[in-house]
């Protein structure tokens, strides 16, 4: 059986610097019907856990450490069992959520995680946050951004620890240089494609 992938939707908040908004997110998972990995945890552990289905989960993927991606991570790392994998420039925000705690296993750029036959590459794109990662499925023709890219353009800068200088160059260095038919799997909204980003994209300036 070949890998399939589920998309989630949970609702919660957002908080940083103060300011607190009401935001739905994206959970993917990856696998077929014996394992898979998920991708980001947010807000509503028990839906993500009912979601697994019993599955053997390899590990919880954080695209980045904003709360609204963590928050569920750690309740769901214990009820299944599993290391939570975040590239570490992004600890300053994990430990906003969890203070004296620390994710098992540290992100690298090209790090391959494999599951059901399939391989996941994380590609570093800090910008939307130093530690933002995305994740490759190439078998598939599909990338995970988190809040990196999104249908419609990069993420959002404003908060703390964001640079949009660094978010450009991180998705026109190591996203647009993807297939333009590749598939962009979203932190929050709808998908859209690599080709699709190429053409927003070029209506930014330099």
Same mark, same amino acid.
């Given at each position: 059986?070949?890998?399939?992938? /589920?998309?989630?939707?949970?609702?919660?908040?957002?908080?940083?610097?103060?300011?607190?908004? %009401?935001? %739905?997110?994206n959970?993917w998972? =990856?696998?077929? %019907?014996? /394992?898979?990995?998920?991708?980001?945890?947010?807000?509503?552990? *028990?839906?993500?856990?009912?979601?697994?289905?019993?599955?053997?989960?390899? *590990?919880?993927?954080?695209?980045?450490?904003h709360?609204?991606?963590?928050?569920?991570?750690?309740?769901?790392?214990?009820?299944?069992?599993?290391?939570?994998?975040?590239?570490?420039?992004?600890?300053?925000?994990?430990?906003?959520?969890?203070?004296?705690?620390?994710?098992?296993?540290?992100?690298?750029?090209?790090? =391959?995680? /494999?599951? *059901?036959g399939?391989?996941?590459?994380?590609?570093?794109?800090?910008?939307?946050?130093?530690?933002?990662?995305?994740?490759?499925?190439?078998?598939?023709?599909?990338?995970?951004? $988190?809040?990196?890219?999104?249908n419609?353009?990069?993420?959002?800068? $404003?908060?703390?620890?964001?640079?949009?200088?660094?978010?450009?160059?991180?998705?026109?260095?190591?996203?647009?240089?993807?297939?333009?038919?590749?598939?962009?799997?979203?932190?929050?909204? %709808?998908?859209?494609?690599? $080709?699709?980003?190429?053409?927003t994209?070029?209506?930014?300036s330099?």
């Amino acid at each position: 059986m070949g890998v399939t992938i /589920e998309n989630l939707v949970t609702s919660g908040t957002f908080s940083l610097d103060g300011g607190t908004w %009401d935001v %739905d997110n994206n959970v993917w998972i =990856v696998g077929n %019907d014996d /394992e898979c990995v998920i991708i980001d945890s947010p807000h509503d552990a *028990a839906a993500i856990i009912s979601q697994v289905r019993g599955r053997k989960v390899l *590990a919880i993927l954080l695209t980045h450490a904003h709360n609204d991606h963590i928050g569920a991570a750690r309740e769901v790392a214990e009820a299944v069992d599993a290391p939570i994998h975040l590239h570490p420039d992004d600890l300053m925000l994990w430990e906003q959520v969890y203070p004296g705690d620390r994710p098992e296993q540290d992100l690298a750029d090209g790090d =391959v995680i /494999e599951v *059901a036959g399939a391989s996941l590459r994380a590609i570093h794109t800090p910008g939307h946050s130093p530690g933002s990662t995305c994740f490759l499925l190439e078998e598939e023709g599909t990338v995970f951004t $988190g809040d990196t890219l999104f249908n419609g353009g990069p993420g959002a800068t $404003g908060r703390s620890y964001s640079d949009y200088p660094t978010i450009l160059t991180s998705i026109r260095e190591r996203l647009l240089t993807l297939p333009p038919a590749t598939v962009v799997r979203t932190g929050h909204g %709808d998908n859209t494609t690599i $080709g699709a980003e190429q053409e927003t994209l070029a209506k930014v300036s330099q």
